[in-house]
Nanobody, 123 residues
Framework: QVQLVESGGGLVQAGGSLRLSCAAS????????MGWFRQAPGKEREFVAA????????YYADSVKGRFTISRDNAKNTVYLQLNSLKPEDTAVYYC????????????????WGQGSQVTVSS
């Protein structure tokens, strides 16, 4: 049974930082593209960042480029999202996802999802 478990969310002031982690089990982690999405209240879930199976390629939404960094540790079956220079508009539930197809930008590119971690940025 595949499980993706996010952690590290919380409440932070604008300009602050957080690091999200997503621990994976039940799959060959190093074979999967890993992504982060977020969903704010009343809005659709949107792509944030993704990383290729090897970690050699990373992709970001324009809204987070230069502020967020995605990384992975295949030995620990874990993907991370470092969130810096946070803004109130970054407030959302953040989800990690695993996809075996090698694509990254759409929800349908992913096969497995975590339960989400709340990030709240106060102004």
């Amino acid at each position: 049974q595949v499980q993706l478990v996010e952690s590290g969310g919380g409440l932070v002031q604008a300009g602050g930082s957080l690091r999200l982690s997503c621990a994976a089990s039940g799959l060959t982690f190093s074979s999967y593209t890993m992504g982060w999405f977020r969903q704010a209240p009343g809005k659709e879930r949107e792509f944030v960042a993704a990383i290729s199976w090897s970690g050699g390629s990373t992709y970001y939404a324009d809204s987070v480029k230069g502020r967020f960094t995605i990384s992975r540790d295949n030995a620990k079956n874990t993907v991370y999202l470092q969130l810096n220079s946070l803004k109130p508009e970054d407030t959302a539930v953040y989800y990690c996802a695993a996809g075996w197809r090698g694509y990254y930008g759409k929800l349908s590119d992913y096969n497995f999802w975590g339960q989400g971690s709340q990030v709240t940025v106060s102004s």
